[in-house]
């Protein structure tokens, strides 16, 4: 049976602990001694009752109580359980006769006939206040665990909660990037039959990594710069030649790995907002990595110009991908919109070998 990491980091500081209480006997008292061999044997006496007490309370009467809101339950429990053990320990002290292991008393040659005292020999369960503190020790210990266990929970919970999102956050760029390339595909087929049908062997190249290689947390940073290379090759397809577009997309790439489809909109956005069939439009896409960096430049005219509020915006597939882009990488990745002069322009840098959670 494969024991859990979160069992050994519970665990581990109890086994050390008690290991350490009980091998402390050997550094302290000599064995050689006769007057030791009493308090050697009393110290475990108390360190039993003092484990007992200890774990009884920070398994069972913390867990089911005070957890639980009943902490008047809680607390006349506790006192009841102390002094339950206080009884325990003086019947079982008398019965096992651990007094009579005293090393004798000799004054002047004679052995001092100790009258048996009242009350409870062993220290720790002796004095009422001693195991009050052990059992508020162990309170607070399970309390303490307790706390650590449901802020691991909440961040869980708030992990999936992010994983969730980050995935909803994913799937809204399938149905737009299918819908733009069907409808570039249309319209090539009355323009030239032969590009459409090349364009649907390349739609079904990018639906096969939009389907099974972007459902993953990572991909080869290689398949991500390949398949906007494939995309790019399908829309320019249907540019005229009042369209410039240039592009820039590095071919040696490291072997590092990055969240798949986080460039896709923006080149979306451009061949969308970016060209016009009346007069001269432009777009120029640069991809490639700079030492650890990996930089992303997507600039285009902005056909619409009645329209720039919304350009501004970068509509609710921008505002998908920054929202994406924050849950991935926080104040990590830097992303720089710019409208002016009729030129919309996308700055985005991301780092690479970052560690995804």
């Known amino acids: 049976m494969e024991i859990s990491k979160n069992k050994i980091e519970k665990w581990l500081p109890h086994m050390i602990g008690l290991l350490l209480f009980i091998i402390l006997p050997i550094f302290v008292f000599d064995r050689n001694n006769d007057k030791a061999i009493f308090w050697i044997y009393s110290y475990y006496y108390q360190l039993s009752f003092m484990i007992v007490a200890f774990y009884v309370n920070y398994l069972i009467i913390t867990p089911h109580f005070f957890f639980n809101k009943r902490k008047l339950y809680f607390f006349v429990i506790l006192l009841f359980f102390a002094f339950i053990l206080l009884f325990i320990s003086q019947y079982l002290y008398d019965l096992f006769q651990i007094d009579n292991l005293r090393a004798p008393q000799i004054i002047d040659g004679r052995e001092i006939i100790r009258e048996k005292p009242f009350g409870l ?3 720790l369960v002796d004095n ?8 508020g020790f162990s309170t607070g210990m399970a309390n ?8 691991e929970e909440q961040k869980e919970i708030e992990k999936e909660r992010l994983n969730t999102e980050l995935a909803f956050l994913k799937n809204q760029i399938s149905p737009h990037f299918f819908f733009n390339s069907l409808n570039n595909i249309y319209a090539l087929i009355a323009i030239d039959g032969d590009k459409a049908q090349k364009a649907v062997e390349k739609l079904s190249g990018l639906m096969r990594y939009l389907i099974y290689d972007s459902d993953i947390k990572t991909v080869a940073l290689k398949k991500e710069f390949v398949f906007m290379q494939n995309y790019i090759d399908l829309m320019q397809q249907r540019l ?22 986080i460039f896709i909109t923006f080149v979306e956005n451009a061949f969308k907002h970016g060209i016009s069939y009346r007069n001269e439009s432009f777009i120029s896409i640069s991809l490639k990595t700079d030492g650890d960096m990996l930089l992303f430049k997507c600039e285009n005219s902005r056909a619409d110009k009645t329209n720039k509020a919304a350009s501004e ?16 990488y926080g104040d990590k990745a830097q992303l720089i919109q710019s409208d002016k002069e009729g030129v919309y322009s996308i700055d985005l840098k991301i780092p690479l070998n970052y560690t995804y959670e």
Do not use: A, M
């Not at 009422?128 to 059992?135: A, D, G, P, T, Y």
């Not at 303490?144 to 449901?150: A, E, F, V, W």
């Open 121 to 123: 020999h062993p220290k």
């Open 240 to 261: 005229t030649s009042k369209v410039k577009l240039l592009v820039n997309i590095q071919q040696d790439v490291p072997s590092v790995e990055i969240p798949p489809l």
């Open 128 to 135: 009422f206040l001693l195991l009050i503190i052990v059992l």
């Open 144 to 151: 303490l665990q307790r706390l650590t266990h449901n802020k």
């Open 313 to 328: 915006k970068g509509g609710l597939g921008i505002v998908n991908i920054k929202r994406r882009l924050n849950l991935l």
